[in-house]
């Protein structure tokens, strides 16, 4: 691992201008993320700031919303009882991801700031555009299984690898941050992670020193209505190779609107508007959601082994919006 | 750079590395020897230790990050020579093989056993909107929640019965004082 000094902040502002000022300090939360990283490599501070006394360890509920802490552990919210009654499908996405120890430890922020697990990125050996501008990127002609099919392009298919995030997305999170300048504002969740484009390696809409203080996501009574469908090779401890978060608000059998996000085949945390459009109205068949399912992966590309992600991810939203439909709520 | 941070209830000031990772601290400057170096990138679960309550893995924590907090090996685990329950229970249930992954594989249970007697759901729990009961919990269920430990002799049948035996044990006790663990 590459030197580095570490700090410590006790105030939000301090911890900004710490990494503010310089270039190549990072944050750290909970580690799983950072550390594994440095150990490879990958990642090379010269600063590492620990963010995680900054009194942003709580979640806050109100009739309104409910207001998370950054450093609030990935456990520390699944485990929230209000989160569970009003949000099932943001505490069944974290639970589906890593294991107990890992959520103990990956705070709510590093969850959303997570790297792509995508091995050419992970190895410092191979071409990746997103660890090294204008390398190459070995995942277009390599061993792309486990790949991105939306939001691609020529120059990057490293899949974001979170579930808290696509349920986050479909919640319409909103994202506050300060700077080191002390100014404050707001991300809605769907504009804060970045398609690659030809900059693969500028992932969020975040500045240098710009630190996540929390994350609020808004009434939706909705989302008792709610269901996240991970599919995966193993049982447990395993990264999505589909995913679906839904939300289902029904009148009778009749959609009055519906959600869907979809992970582990896309660049970023993904939402499918229109598809969700597609459902507004319309009885909640089967066949309504296949046709939903055919415009949320209308625009996919896939590679050589990816291809099968294309009708998976379909089956997915199908069991997803059935599994709602079906929920007791 | 210094660090206080306690380990089974002793206080220790360190002079460390920033680099220094919780496991090496352990291991390599304060003799512990018990926590288990396996894969040390974050996959196999030999290196758990509780910090402040909660099962965390040692390999991805760096000893720079623990001032003030409280870390439990295994090594802390017993009372003199009384084994922890799940301690004692790995042996009577033949919970190992080769040992290696058995100290992280204990720390990891005694949190799981406390996490069910607190409700908390897991990937498994049919609705998360229910806590889940230590006297009804299936075998999936402590299987899921001791995912994050590997097993490369498979000794995971014994590993469940250990957990399990630990759970009844928890229950009949609870029954027969009249309340709930």
């Known amino acids: ?254 959609i009055r609107a519906a959600r869907l996000g979809l992970g582990g085949i896309a660049t970023k945390p993904w939402r499918a508007l229109e598809a969700e459009r597609s459902l507004t109205g319309r009885k909640a068949t089967d066949v309504a959601f296949r046709d939903a399912a055919e415009l949320a992966l209308a625009g996919a590309v896939a590679r050589e082994h990816n291809r099968f992600k294309l009708e998976l991810a379909k089956s997915t939203i199908v069991r997803a919006f059935t599994v709602a439909r079906e929920a007791k709520v | 750079m210094k660090v206080n941070f306690r380990v089974n209830g002793i206080a220790h000031e360190l002079a460390v590395d920033p680099r220094l990772t919780l496991l090496d601290a352990l291991r390599d400057v304060l003799g512990l020897t018990g926590t288990k170096k396996g894969c040390d990138q974050g996959a196999c679960g030999a290196c758990t230790v509780i910090i402040d309550g909660q099962r965390v893995l040692s390999c991805l924590t760096l000893a720079a990050a623990c001032e003030g907090q409280s870390v439990v090996t295994i090594e802390g685990l017993a009372q003199g020579d009384e084994l922890h329950p799940m301690q004692a229970a790995f042996l009577h249930c033949d919970g190992f093989q080769c040992g290696y992954c058995t100290p992280g594989q204990i720390l990891s249970a005694v949190c799981a056993v406390q996490e069910v007697h607190a409700g908390v759901p897991s990937h498994v729990t049919r609705d998360v909107r229910h806590s889940v009961d230590a006297a009804t919990l299936t075998d999936e269920e402590i299987r899921e929640r001791m995912s994050g430990n590997l097993c490369r002799c498979a000794a995971y049948p014994n590993i469940v019965a250990a957990i399990r035996q630990v759970l009844a044990k928890e229950v009949r006790s609870a029954v027969s004082e009249g309340e709930r663990p």
């Open chain 1, 1 to 254: 691992m590459k030197a580095f000094t570490f700090e410590r902040s006790a105030r939000a502002l301090d911890a900004a201008s710490a990494a503010g000022a310089r270039p190549d300090a990072m944050f750290l939360g909970g580690g799983t993320t950072l550390v594994d990283l440095m150990k490879v490599d990958v990642l090379t501070p010269a600063t590492v700031v620990d963010v995680r006394h900054l009194g942003l360890s709580s979640i806050g509920v109100s009739d309104d919303a409910i207001s998370i802490g950054a450093t609030v552990t990935n456990s520390q919210l699944a485990w929230h009882p209000v989160v569970r009654d009003r949000f099932p499908v943001l505490s069944e996405a974290i639970l589906s991801g890593a294991t107990t120890q890992i959520r103990n430890m990956a705070t709510v922020a590093g969850n959303i700031l997570q790297r792509t697990r995508c091995p050419y990125f992970r190895d410092i050996h191979a071409s990746c555009n997103r660890r090294l501008p204008g390398s190459g990127c070995d995942a277009l002609e390599g061993f792309n299984r486990g790949h991105a099919v939306l939001g691609v392009s020529e120059h990057c298919i490293a899949t974001h690898p979170s579930d808290m995030c696509v349920a986050m997305v479909v919640l319409d999170a909103v994202v506050h941050t300060i700077r080191d300048d002390g100014t404050t504002r707001t991300i809605p969740f769907g504009e804060l992670h970045r398609s690659p484009g030809d900059t693969p390696h500028v992932e969020v809409s975040l500045e240098q020193g710009e630190l996540i203080t929390r994350i609020v996501i808004p009434s939706l009574p909705a989302a008792r209505r709610s269901h996240y469908l991970k599919v995966r090779d193993r049982s447990s401890y395993e990264f999505a190779l589909t995913s679906a978060a839904v939300v289902l608000d029904l009148d009778g059998d009749t």
